[in-house]
């Protein structure tokens, strides 16, 4: 027998009560409309004065938003702050298994939950769940707090929402109960986000070392024992720009449009028909890297690298993913590469095995573990898609 039982629609004109599409069976009462305020504390954050060194790396966690959004938990920060450093500032000391972290401004509605006692920079309004509030109910209601949060945040500089116009948010919300069954349908799935997100992260790991081991030549394939030649990646390959601007691109059409970011765009016809390694030329210098097989176009900024037949493209692909953006930042005095040029890419000197096997073989290798790490990925939006569609059925 199912646990769930349909609901009401519910209205939210004319005074009606809202019910959830889908509830745990035994519960029947109308949810009841709350502010925020009254089922947590809205508590911001603050930061200690950079300039004193008494302020900083001591014990306590100290949060900004760009550690938040990426895992359902919170519990240990990049830099901590001092006891000291806590009393000098508007930061508040925030409990463990009882908070959302929320950040309040820029990227607004990033969230997870505090599982150590920790404080947070000024870009937060976190929520400290009352006795009658389940934390993880609370944690699966802020895509509804996101929204109206957005709605009310001003700003000239960055949009910002203020803490007393979180706890002036109307919300529905249940019984105790019934917030810690749903708080524990929320908890489940999150553990199994966080599993998935290991294991892709170990496999992203794994394939970091291997990068590295091959491409220095301290692990081999049995059988092969002949020194890699040096050449320069101009010597074995055909190098090259597309023609096109991003505005003549597609969201949908015959062939894949390849532009300077991760986004592919589409176009009614091809430039090239044929096997190779696509780069944007600015941008993210040396970290976007498309393998194409086939007909495609291409922007007029994204380098094409179409290698010669007695070498194998994957092999390529991996070299590069692997040394490539290091030397494009050497080719700079600054450190940086606002663009790439194309004697960067002909002048760069690799080191290739004499035997194509060798290199078909590596490039095999890395191939496999792209699509280990590709199919593991799409768990996680499968997983994702299924908690946001539980959780709109779940939730007024």
């Known amino acids: 027998m199912s646990d769930y039982t349909t609901g009401g629609k519910g209205q939210n004109a004319m005074g009606k009560k809202l019910q959830p599409k889908l509830r745990f069976k035994g519960f029947t009462d109308d949810w009841e409309q709350r502010r925020l305020g009254e089922i947590a504390t809205v508590v911001g954050g603050g930061t200690p004065d950079t300039n004193n060194p008494l302020y900083w790396n001591g014990d306590i966690n100290w949060f900004t938003p760009a550690e938040i959004g990426s895992n359902a938990y919170a ?7 001092t006891e000291e450093g806590l009393e000098h500032s508007s930061a508040k000391l925030l409990p463990a ?3 959302v972290l929320f950040t309040s401004r820029a990227s607004i509605g990033l969230t997870a939950i505090l599982m150590v006692e920790a404080c947070t920079n000024q870009g937060f309004q976190s929520l400290v769940v009352s006795d009658r509030t389940d934390v993880f109910f609370l944690f ?3 895509n509804r707090i996101k929204k109206q949060a957005i709605r009310n945040a ?40 966080a599993a998935e997100k290991r294991k892709l992260d170990l496999l992203k790991d794994k394939k970091t070392a291997l990068l590295r081991q091959i491409f220095d030549q301290k692990e081999r394939f049995k059988g092969y024992t002949d020194p890699w030649e040096p050449r320069r990646l101009g010597d074995v390959a055909e190098i090259g720009t597309g023609s096109h601007n991003t505005q003549d691109g597609h969201l949908a059409g015959p062939y894949p449009f390849f532009i300077r970011s991760d986004q592919k765009l589409f176009l009614d016809d091809f430039d090239y ?5 696509l780069i944007p030329g600015d941008g993210r210098i040396g970290q ?30 991996y070299l590069m993913e692997s040394r490539f953006r290091k030397h494009a930042l050497a ?33 095999m290798l890395f191939s ?29």
């Open 140 to 142: 699966g209601l802020c």
């Open 368 to 396: 496999q573990l792209d699509n280990l790490i590709a199919a593991e990925s799409r768990k996680i939006d499968l997983l994702e898609l299924k908690k946001k569609a539980l959780l709109q059925q779940m939730f007024v």
């Open 97 to 99: 298994g009882r908070t």
């Open 154 to 193: 001003a700003g000239s500089t960055f949009i910002e929402v203020s803490g007393k116009q979180l706890a002036k948010m109307p919300l529905q919300v249940p019984s105790l109960d019934e917030q810690r069954r749903i708080g524990k349908i929320v908890r489940t799935i999150d553990s199994l986000i």
């Open 75 to 81: 519990s240990k920060s990049e830099r901590r702050i």
């Open 273 to 277: 028909d044929e096997e190779a390694i």
């Open 331 to 363: 080719m700079n005095s600054q450190g940086t590469v606002p663009s790439l040029r194309k004697p960067i890419f002909t002048e760069w000197g690799i080191n290739l095995p004499r035997d194509r096997d060798e290199q078909v073989r590596i490039g």
């Open 288 to 317: 976007i890297y498309h393998y194409m097989n086939g007909k495609y176009a291409l922007h007029q900024r994204v380098y094409r690298i179409k290698v010669d037949s007695s070498v194998d493209t994957r092999f390529i692909l």
